[in-house]
C-alpha cells in the first residue's frame, strides 16, 4: 500500500502526520517506509535526532520520479508512506499518479482551508491517471471546544472529500516528540496523541481500497 501525505500549503502537519502515522503502523507489526520526498528533509532529521533503532525506514528521494521508484519500494514493504513537500507540485503528482490512498492534513483556519482548492485541483489531476486513488481529508492541529475548530469541520464537508471520523488535536508531545527523535507512539505510548494516530490507523485500514474503478 502507498499512502501519500499531501498539501502544498506549507506547515499544515504533512511530516507530523506521516512520521505519526508510519510509528503507529510499525508497532502493529507491518514494515514501514517512510520516503522523504521534501527537499527540506524535515523528515530525515527527525529520524536522525535518535539515539537508538528507529522503527520506522526513512529514505530522501526529494525528485519528481516517485512514479518509477514507488511500485518498487511498494514490493518490498507492507506499506510506504510519503511525506510531500509543500508547493514543488511535480514531486507531489509524481506520487499521487501511483498511491492508493492520499491523506490531506489541513488546519482549522480560513487561510488553509481557503488553500484547500490548490491541493484538491492537485487530486483531481492526479485522478486522471490514477482512476484508483482514494483520497481523504485529515484535520489536524483542532483545539478542543473552539468555535473555530467546530466552523472548520462544517467548511470541510463542503470539499470534495470525505472527511477522517479522527482529528489529531493540537498537542506540545507530538513537538516534543520530534526533538527526542521518536515518533508519538513510542515517545508516549499512553498519550492521547498515540490514541489518535492509532485510531487513524484504523480508519486507514477499514477504507476498502480495492473498491475504487
Ligand atoms: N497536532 C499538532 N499539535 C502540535 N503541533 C503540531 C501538530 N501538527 C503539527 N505541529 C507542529 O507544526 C509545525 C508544522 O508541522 P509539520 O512540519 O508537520 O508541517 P508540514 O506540512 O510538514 O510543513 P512543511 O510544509 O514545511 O513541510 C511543526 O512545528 C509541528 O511540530
Ligand atoms: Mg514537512
Redesign the pocket.
Known amino acids: 500500500m502507498i499512502i501519500v501525505v499531501a498539501?502544498q500549503?506549507?506547515?499544515?502537519?504533512?511530516?507530523?502526520?506521516s512520521m505519526n502515522l508510519a510509528g503507529v503502523f510499525a508497532r502493529r507489526g507491518m514494515e514501514v517506509l517512510l520516503v522523504d520526498s521534501?527537499p527540506?528533509g524535515?523528515a530525515m532529521k527527525w529520524r536522525g535526532l535518535s539515539q537508538g533503532a528507529f522503527p520506522v525506514g526513512v529514505i530522501a528521494l526529494p525528485m519528481p520520479v516517485l512514479d518509477q521508484e514507488l511500485p518498487r519500494l511498494a514490493k518490498k514493504y507492507d506499506l510506504v508512506i510519503v511525506?510531500s513537500?509543500?508547493g514543488m507540485e511535480t514531486i507531489t503528482r509524481s506520487a499521487l499518479v501511483v498511491a492508493d490512498l492520499a491523506i490531506v492534513?489541513l488546519q482549522p483556519s480560513p487561510l488553509d482551508l481557503w488553500s484547500g482548492t490548490e491541493i484538491v485541483s492537485l487530486i483531481r489531476r492526479a485522478e486522471q491517471i490514477n482512476r484508483g486513488l482514494v483520497t481523504r481529508l485529515l484535520l489536524?492541529?483542532k483545539i478542543q471546544g473552539t468555535r473555530l475548530s467546530r466552523e472548520s469541520v462544517e467548511a470541510l464537508r463542503e470539499f470534495p472529500y470525505p472527511l477522517f471520523e479522527t482529528a489529531?488535536?493540537?498537542?506540545?508531545a507530538?513537538?516534543e516528540a520530534?526533538t527526542a527523535g521518536q515518533t508519538i507512539i513510542d515517545f508516549f505510548p499512553d498519550g492521547p496523541?498515540s490514541g489518535e494516530y492509532m485510531a487513524l490507523a484504523e480508519e486507514i485500514l477499514s477504507i476498502d481500497l480495492g473498491s475504487s474503478p
Open positions: 498539501n500549503k506549507g506547515g499544515c502537519g504533512k511530516t507530523t502526520t521534501d527540506q524535515s511525506d513537500p509543500p492534513p489536524n492541529r489529531i488535536y493540537q498537542r506540545i507530538l513537538a520530534v496523541s
